[in-house]
T-cell receptor, first 111, second 119 residues
Framework: SQKIEQNSEALNIQEGKTATLTCNYTNYSPAYLQWYRQDPGRGPVFLLLIRENEKEKRKERLKVTFDTTLKQSLFHITASQPADSATYLCALDNYGQNFVFGPGTRLSVLP | DSGVTQTPKHLITATGQRVTLRCSPRSGDLSVYWYQQSLDQGLQFLIQYYNGEERAKGNILERFSAQQFPDLHSELNLSSLELGDSALYFC??????????????????FGAGSRLTVL
């Protein structure tokens, strides 16, 4: 069956450290993978996308990698700040039909 | 402000009732998606419309229906409500009329959501 998993429900890290979030999927063949940020009670906000033929993408303090062999994406936030505390969701395009989201990882950056 | 407008923001109703949630997509976007988010389940895809036509369907209950109107706004109708329907309902839009984003891929722009409480 099709499944998207994110490494942990919650992740706590110290300010200034690098946060690494994982997204694994089964029985999907996404053309690209996206990462969204969601704050409590608000809609998700798009952060980054990476295509199947790309290994790595960067945007300011954010970095995403995509390994289609492992069926895994890693999302890194370097020099993390308390303002980075939120839930991060990965999303796959489902054969161009719609977007399927992972359950999310709630990141807390402790000062 | 994302440009996607959802109303109402909050709605409290009783079991057995029917409600309608409304979504206005970002200007120029042709696709509208509906998602349900409850505490124990992440974002669950319900249904997608593209330029007035249904394009994809997820795990949408038969008690739920949706449509997209000629002006591209969309409505999600929830009937015979049950306690378990209490959730945040998000609308998202994508696929701008003028073509895909610079990345060449669709990204979703979400509204602020409609919080439904069924008592």
């Amino acid at each position: 069956s099709q499944k998207i998993e994110q490494n942990s429900e919650a992740l706590n890290i110290q300010e200034g450290k690098t946060a690494t979030l994982t997204c694994n999927y089964t029985n999907y063949s996404p053309a690209y993978l996206q990462w969204y940020r969601q704050d409590p009670g608000r809609g998700p906000v798009f952060l980054l996308l990476i295509r199947e033929n790309e290994k790595e993408k960067r945007k300011e303090r954010l970095k995403v990698t995509f390994d289609t062999t492992l069926k895994q994406s890693l999302f890194h936030i370097t020099a993390s700040q308390p303002a980075d505390s939120a839930t991060y969701l990965c999303a796959l395009d489902n054969y161009g039909q719609n977007f399927v989201f992972g359950p999310g990882t709630r990141l807390s950056v402790l000062p | 402000d994302s440009g996607v407008t959802q109303t109402p923001k909050h709605l409290i109703t009783a079991t057995g009732q029917r409600v309608t949630l409304r979504c206005s997509p970002r200007s120029g976007d042709l696709s509208v998606y509906w998602y349900q988010q409850s505490l124990d389940q992440g974002l669950q895809f319900l249904i997608q419309y593209y330029n007035g036509e249904e394009r994809a369907k997820g795990n949408i209950l038969e008690r739920f229906s949706a449509q997209q109107f000629p002006d591209l706004h969309s409505e999600l109708n929830l009937s015979s409500l049950e306690l378990g329907d209490s959730a945040l309902y998000f609308c998202a839009s994508s696929e701008p009329r003028e073509g895909l984003t610079a990345s060449g891929a669709n990204v979703l722009t979400f509204g602020a959501g409609s919080r439904l409480t069924v008592l």
